[in-house]
């Protein structure tokens, strides 16, 4: 959604639990140039209070009584409403991932979140909505810087990483994926990047449950299957 330089990012929140809407509403009235402009607790007051508040951006709770998050965005997308979403779940599946990606939710944060690991979201929001407003040519050049930033800010928010896990190796892995053609095992990308298959498959998994890589198996001459994995939407 178009927003003038310097305008605070207006926010719905959708939340069914009243503890936890407290709690959000809290977080993101700490966060400079955001404010809450309204709170809904099911899918369809979150649709009646978009169509009446035109937020930005609506933080909004995937499961709850009634119409559920994920529905209330098919609705949004098939009415071709101009609203950016944040997606909170406890869900951590992959189904449940793939499905908010194709509808184009911009971040997708698993319960329990910290204040940084939201704040972090919003940041990375305002920046792209800023670098967007700019009136400029988009060139292909800006188109770059634009997409850079949100792939880099999004894996920033991966700071809060499962134990054993370290960002410098993460982000090692994922400057190595984003430069392949090709699908490739975890062996030969641990190889590449001096990491053991062991190690290497770990944060792929990780990456995988976070919605940026994806896996398929392929078997080998002996009908044993391989994982193979490359970044999300790479290769097609």
């Known amino acids: 959604m ?9 926010v719905l929140l959708v939340e069914d639990d009243p503890m936890v809407q407290q709690v959000n509403r809290m977080f993101i ?5 955001v404010i809450v402009v309204g709170v809904a607790s099911t ?7 978009i169509e009446l508040l035109n937020p930005d951006i609506v933080l909004l709770d995937i499961f709850m009584p009634g119409q559920d998050g994920l529905s209330l965005i098919q609705d949004l997308r098939q009415e071709k409403v101009d609203v950016d979403i ?7 599946d992959t189904k449940t991932v793939k ?3 194709r509808y184009g939710v911009i971040d997708y944060i698993v319960k329990p979140f910290t204040f940084e690991r939201l704040k972090q979201a919003f940041k990375q929001y305002i920046d792209v909505q800023s670098q967007l407003n700019q009136d400029v040519p988009m060139t292909q050049d800006k188109l770059d810087e ?7 800010d999004e894996l920033k928010s991966s700071a809060d ?20 053609k090709d699908s490739k095992s975890a062996e030969e990308i641990g190889s590449n990047v001096g990491l053991a298959r062991v190690t290497a498959r770990r944060y792929l998994n990780y990456l995988e449950s976070i919605g940026k890589v994806e896996m398929e198996l392929t078997y080998g001459a002996i009908g044993r299957p391989i994982q193979m994995y490359r970044l999300k939407g790479e290769g097609r």
Request: aromatic share 4%.
């Open 161 to 180: 990483l499962p134990k054993g896990l370290h960002e410098q190796t993460l982000n090692q892995i994922y400057n190595y994926l984003s430069k392949m």
């Open 86 to 92: 944040i997606a909170v779940t406890a869900a951590n």
């Open 29 to 33: 009235e700490k966060i400079d140039g």
């Open 43 to 49: 899918g369809l007051e979150g649709k009646k209070q």
């Open 2 to 10: 178009s927003k003038k330089q310097n305008e605070s990012i207006h």
């Open 146 to 152: 634009v997409l850079s930033t949100q792939k880099k």
């Open 99 to 101: 499905a908010l990606l």
